[in-house]
C-alpha cells in the first residue's frame, strides 16, 4: 500500500482553497467591473439622469471665467472698451475695468440650465450606447459612440439653447442684465422666442460634429489607456481632456458663427443685427476679418474644453461608479 505524507495533503488542500479564493475573486471582479461598463439591470435612467447633472454643473462651473473671454474674444465688431489683443490681455482688460466678480457674470443661467440638459445628454447617451452594443469591453465601437455621442447632443441642446443665449448675452462688454430673468425678458421683449433658437440648427451643427469627435476620441483612448475598462479616475480625466480638446479645436470656426447668432441683438451693425443663419453669419465673419476670424477665440475654447471635458467625464464617471454600486438604495424609477 502507498503510504501519503500528511504535509502533501494538508499542502494539497491550500492549493485548492486558494484556487477556490482566486476563482471566487476573479468572478467577483468581473461581476464589478460588468455591473460598471455593461450597467446592472437596476440601474436606472435616473441614476444616469443624476449622474449627468452633476457631471455638467461640474463641467461649467469650474471653467467658466476662460469661457466668458472666449466669447468676448470671438464678438465680431465690439465696443471699444471690448477690443482685446490676446487672452492675456482680456483678462487683465476685464478684470480691471470691469471687476474681478465680472468673470462669473452669466454663470447662473449655466447653472439652472446644464443640470437638466446634461442629465438628458448622458441619460440619452448611455440609452443609444446599451442599445447598439457599445458597452462590450471587447471590442471597439466607433460607430456607437459617434452616434450616442449625436442624439445626446441633439436632445440635450434643445433644453440648453436658451440658457446659453442668455449666458452670451450677460457675458458681453456692456451687458446691463444682472439676473437672468432680466436678461431672459428684455431679449423676449425685443426679439421674440426666436431669439432663443436662432442659433440652434448652427450649434446642432457644431455639437454634433464635435461631440461625435469628442466621444469616439474619448472611447478609443480610454480602452488604449485602460484595457479592462475598470473606473480610473485618471485614465477618465486625460482621456476626457485630450478628447475634448482635439474636439474643440476642429469645430472652433462653427463655435465663431454661433456666438455672432447668439449676441446679435447686442451688436450696433445693422447686418449682425438681423443675420438669420449660418452661412449669412459665416460671410459677415469673413467679409470682416478673412478666413482668420474663424479661429478667433480657439485658445480659450481648446483651454476651457480640456479641463471641462476631463471634469466632465471624471464626474460623470464618478457618480456612475457610485450609483452602480449603490443601485439597490439609488433606484429611483
Same mark, same amino acid.
Given at each position: 500500500?502507498?503510504?501519503?505524507?500528511?504535509?502533501?495533503?494538508?499542502?494539497?488542500? @491550500?492549493?485548492?482553497? @486558494?484556487?477556490?479564493?482566486?476563482?471566487?475573486?476573479?468572478?467577483?471582479?468581473?461581476?464589478?467591473?460588468?455591473?460598471?461598463?455593461?450597467?446592472?439591470?437596476?440601474?436606472?435612467?435616473?441614476?444616469?439622469?443624476?449622474?449627468?447633472?452633476?457631471?455638467?454643473?461640474?463641467?461649467?462651473?469650474?471653467?467658466?471665467?476662460?469661457?466668458?473671454?472666449?466669447?468676448?474674444?470671438?464678438?465680431?465688431?465690439?465696443?471699444?472698451?471690448?477690443?482685446?489683443?490676446?487672452?492675456?490681455?482680456?483678462?487683465?482688460?476685464?478684470?480691471?475695468?470691469?471687476?474681478?466678480?465680472?468673470?462669473?457674470?452669466?454663470?447662473?443661467?449655466?447653472?439652472?440650465?446644464?443640470?437638466?440638459?446634461?442629465?438628458? @445628454?448622458?441619460?440619452?447617451?448611455?440609452?443609444?450606447?446599451?442599445?447598439?452594443?457599445?458597452?462590450?469591453?471587447?471590442?471597439?465601437?466607433?460607430?456607437?459612440?459617434?452616434?450616442?455621442?449625436a442624439c445626446a447632443t441633439?436632445?440635450?441642446?434643445?433644453?440648453?439653447?436658451?440658457?446659453?443665449?442668455?449666458?452670451?448675452?450677460?457675458?458681453?462688454?456692456?451687458?446691463?442684465?444682472?439676473?437672468?430673468?432680466? %436678461?431672459?425678458?428684455?431679449?423676449?421683449?425685443?426679439?421674440?422666442?426666436?431669439?432663443?433658437?436662432?442659433?440652434?440648427?448652427?450649434?446642432? %451643427?457644431?455639437t454634433v460634429p464635435y461631440?461625435?469627435?469628442?466621444?469616439?476620441?474619448?472611447?478609443?483612448?480610454?480602452?488604449?489607456?485602460?484595457?479592462?475598462?475598470? @473606473?480610473?479616475?485618471?485614465t477618465h480625466c486625460v482621456?476626457?481632456?485630450?478628447?475634448?480638446?482635439?474636439?474643440?479645436?476642429?469645430?472652433?470656426?462653427?463655435?465663431?458663427?454661433?456666438?455672432?447668432?447668439?449676441?446679435?441683438?447686442?451688436?450696433?451693425?445693422?447686418?449682425?443685427?438681423?443675420?438669420?443663419?449660418?452661412?449669412?453669419?459665416?460671410?459677415?465673419?469673413?467679409?470682416?476679418?478673412?478666413?482668420?476670424?474663424?479661429?478667433?477665440?480657439?485658445?480659450?475654447?481648446?483651454?476651457?474644453?480640456?479641463?471641462?471635458?476631463?471634469? %466632465?467625464?471624471?464626474?460623470?464617471?464618478?457618480?456612475?461608479?457610485?450609483?452602480?454600486?449603490?443601485?439597490?438604495?439609488?433606484?429611483?424609477?
Amino acid at each position: 500500500m502507498e503510504a501519503h505524507n500528511p504535509l502533501e495533503k494538508e499542502a494539497g488542500d @491550500y492549493e485548492y482553497v @486558494y484556487a477556490t479564493i482566486d476563482e471566487g475573486l476573479a468572478e467577483s471582479l468581473l461581476t464589478e467591473l460588468h455591473s460598471y461598463e455593461g450597467l446592472p439591470e437596476n440601474y436606472t435612467l435616473a441614476n444616469n439622469m443624476l449622474a449627468g447633472a452633476f457631471a455638467g454643473i461640474a463641467e461649467h462651473t469650474v471653467m467658466y471665467p476662460v469661457d466668458l473671454l472666449k466669447t468676448r474674444m470671438q464678438v465680431v465688431k465690439p465696443s471699444p472698451g471690448a477690443i482685446y489683443s490676446g487672452l492675456t490681455n482680456a483678462f487683465t482688460t476685464i478684470t480691471r475695468s470691469e471687476g474681478t466678480w465680472s468673470l462669473w457674470r452669466g454663470m447662473t443661467s449655466v447653472i439652472v440650465g446644464a443640470g437638466p440638459a446634461h442629465a438628458v @445628454y448622458f441619460a440619452t447617451y448611455e440609452t443609444v450606447k446599451q442599445a447598439m452594443g457599445g458597452n462590450d469591453r471587447n471590442t471597439h465601437h466607433p460607430l456607437a459612440a459617434a452616434t450616442s455621442g449625436a442624439c445626446a447632443t441633439i436632445a440635450s441642446d434643445a433644453l440648453m439653447n436658451p440658457f446659453d443665449v442668455i449666458k452670451q448675452r450677460m457675458q458681453v462688454h456692456g451687458s446691463t442684465d444682472r439676473t437672468i430673468s432680466q %436678461c431672459a425678458r428684455r431679449v423676449y421683449q425685443r426679439e421674440g422666442v426666436k431669439a432663443f433658437y436662432v442659433s440652434y440648427p448652427t450649434t446642432l %451643427c457644431m455639437t454634433v460634429p464635435y461631440t461625435a469627435l469628442q466621444f469616439m476620441a474619448y472611447e478609443f483612448l480610454s480602452k488604449v489607456m485602460n484595457p479592462s475598462r475598470a @473606473y480610473d479616475p485618471l485614465t477618465h480625466c486625460v482621456a476626457g481632456g485630450l478628447a475634448g480638446g482635439f474636439a474643440a479645436g476642429l469645430t472652433t470656426p462653427l463655435d465663431v458663427i454661433k456666438t455672432l447668432l447668439q449676441t446679435r441683438g447686442t451688436a450696433s451693425d445693422a447686418k449682425i443685427r438681423t443675420a438669420k443663419g449660418l452661412i449669412v453669419a459665416a460671410s459677415i465673419i469673413k467679409h470682416e476679418y478673412g478666413y482668420g476670424g474663424f479661429f478667433r477665440g480657439w485658445r480659450p475654447r481648446i483651454i476651457t474644453a480640456m479641463p471641462s471635458t476631463a471634469i %466632465c467625464w471624471s464626474s460623470y464617471e464618478m457618480a456612475k461608479a457610485y450609483f452602480s454600486r449603490h443601485s439597490d438604495s439609488f433606484s429611483i424609477f
